[in-house]
């Protein structure tokens, strides 16, 4: 069966420390792979998505990067935190012809 | 640029109650179109698909309808129970070449009281 795997659930950093928020796919091969943020009381932004291993497109400007090192890894990185990137991320995967399978979604508080 | 719309913005029913949330979008372009439910604090859990050349989907007591010329679509609910409280969410997946990406309403707060 296709999981999704998110990590940590939740997480808490000061202003310019890194980030590294790793998302892992399992039961499906050559997935489309998103990242997307959903600010307090706001909709889902996405954020970043990939359709291939070490190919990353933005949606967005912002403080944040991502990588596929692996055909089902997808990793949301940022070399120095700020306080508006506080959030909760979600990880999502898609194939054609199907619909969106989120994860569990990690909750980063910036302090 | 696609936008989607999610009427009601909250809503709170007694246990029992059959009710109907609304979805609109703006292109109907669309490959095709996913309720998720999403708890406080949790990820987002997919309820339907809907693709572009079907009218609805059923998974037990959810009934989803797709009007694509209209730009519509609706999630039916029958006979709530105090566990569908939850905000619910519908998005779209543009169509066209290229990237299609999944496009976001605002979503519905549900609560349904015992």
């Known amino acids: 069966s296709q999981t999704i795997h998110q990590w940590p659930a939740t997480l808490v950093q000061p202003v310019g420390s890194p980030l590294s928020l790793e998302c892992t796919v399992e039961g499906t091969s050559n997935p489309n792979l998103y990242w997307y943020r959903q600010a307090a009381g706001r909709g889902l932004q996405l954020l970043f998505y990939?359709?291939?291993?070490?190919?990353i497109s933005s949606e967005v400007p912002q403080n944040l990067s991502a990588s596929r090192p692996q055909d089902r890894q997808f990793i949301l990185s940022s070399k120095k935190l700020l306080l508006s990137d506080s959030g909760f991320y979600l990880c999502a995967w898609s194939v054609l012809g199907r619909g969106y399978t989120f994860g569990s979604g990690t909750r980063l508080t910036v302090v | 640029k696609q936008e989607v719309t999610q009427i009601p913005a909250a809503l709170s029913v007694p246990e029992g109650e059959n009710l109907v949330l609304n979805c609109s979008f703006t292109?109907?372009?669309?490959?095709?179109l996913q309720w998720f439910r999403q708890d406080p604090g949790k990820g987002l859990t997919s309820l339907l698909l809907?693709?572009?050349?079907?009218r609805e989907q059923t998974s037990g007591r959810l009934n989803a309808s797709l009007d694509k010329s209209s730009g519509r679509s609706t999630l039916y609910i029958a006979a709530s129970q105090p566990g569908d409280s939850a905000t619910y969410l519908c998005a779209v997946r543009e169509g066209g070449t290229g990237f299609q990406k999944l496009v976001f309403g605002t979503g519905t707060r549900l609560l349904v009281s015992p």
């Open positions: 292109d109907s372009a669309i490959y095709n």
């Open positions: 990939s359709v291939g291993i070490g190919q």
């Open positions: 809907i693709q572009s050349s079907q």
